[in-house]
């Protein structure tokens, strides 16, 4: 695709240009008595909202330029949503407000390396400001139903919301899940809650339910991908010695070790669960960190100096 190129005032002001347009479009919805804005669908009815990095990602300019422009401002919002979850109306504002300055600057004759150095330290000194200006709302039940209702313009909501906060601790997961009947519920879940199953239906324990329930198990968590069944062998010793039942997490299972598991479920000699360990990576990682820390175990992984097949 052959590219368009231009230089100095004509090349800013078409950017400018582009900025205006979606800032003009969402700073209509900054604050309290912000405006709402009717987004066209290619399918369905418009969408009418007041979020702004809803309305950022719909507008498409058609100017190269403008919308480059626009695309810039664009991420400001979307990266300010991915940070923060909240304040992206205020984001687009401040960085439009803050191009559209630089540049009347620039065209004057300043130097734009100067402009940013000067940017970057008036945002240290702002963050820094707000930051001895914020106040810990984490253990008050009536400031955080507050910040809640005004996030999510409704004070319902927010109370509970704030609700949902006192019974699982600010580090604790709150998880918003569309309902198929009218009205909100709250349902709290103890223990730890991940995205993943048995690996196999022979791990089922309640038919009805195509449940596995296990009471009291042993946790073996790994790192790593579990196929050869002399790396269990000594864990499955002492599980059948205890006759307690066992539940294994690692990053897969598979091969002889996952046949054993099963065979042994299916005959009743213990009782058994595999499940892939959710998440990729790092984060995986980080998550079986987090159910050994709730269930007392340790991560069985190369990492740490600890070999599955030595484990007892």
Do not use: C, H
């Not at 390396?113 to 970057?120: C, D, T, V």
């Not at 598979?254 to 595999?274: D, M, P, W, Y």
């Not at 998550?287 to 175990?297: E, H, K, S, V």
């Amino acid at each position: 695709m052959p590219k368009i190129i231009s230089f100095d005032e004509k090349a800013r002001r078409s950017l400018e240009a582009g900025m205006n347009k979606l800032a003009d479009a969402v700073r209509v919805t900054l604050g309290p008595k912000g405006r709402n804005v009717v987004l066209e669908k290619k399918w369905g009815a418009p969408t009418i909202t007041n979020d702004g990095v809803s309305i950022a990602k719909e507008i498409d300019l058609e100017d190269p330029y403008e919308k480059v422009g626009a695309e810039l401002v664009k991420e400001v919002a979307k990266k300010t949503d991915d940070v923060a979850g909240d304040g992206t109306t205020t984001a687009t504002v401040l960085a439009w407000s803050m191009v559209r300055e630089g540049l009347r600057n620039v065209a004057a004759g300043a130097n734009p390396m100067s402009l940013k150095r000067g940017i970057e330290a008036g945002v240290e000194a702002a963050v820094g400001s707000i930051k001895e200006l914020a106040a810990d709302v984490s253990s008050d039940k009536a400031q955080i139903a507050n910040v809640a209702a005004i996030s999510a313009a409704d004070a319902e909501i927010g109370q509970m919301i704030s609700e949902a906060i006192d019974k699982v601790g600010k580090d604790g997961v709150i998880t918003v899940e569309e309902s198929q009947t009218f009205g909100m519920e709250m349902d709290l879940v103890e223990g730890m809650r991940f995205d993943k199953g048995y690996i196999s239906p022979y791990f089922v324990t309640d038919p009805e339910r195509m449940e596995a329930v296990l009471e009291n198990p042993y946790m073996l968590l790994v790192g790593s991908k579990i196929t050869a069944v002399r790396d269990i062998v000594p864990v499955l010793e002492k599980v059948m010695q205890s006759g307690r039942p066992l539940v294994i997490i690692a990053e897969d299972i598979e091969g002889e070790a996952l046949a054993t598991l099963v065979v042994n479920k299916i005959r009743g000699t213990f009782k058994s669960a595999a499940v892939k360990a959710p998440g990729f990576g790092e984060r995986r990682k980080a998550m079986l960190q987090d159910m050994a820390i709730l269930t007392g175990a340790q991560v069985i992984t190369d990492e740490m100096g600890r070999k599955l097949e030595t484990t007892t």
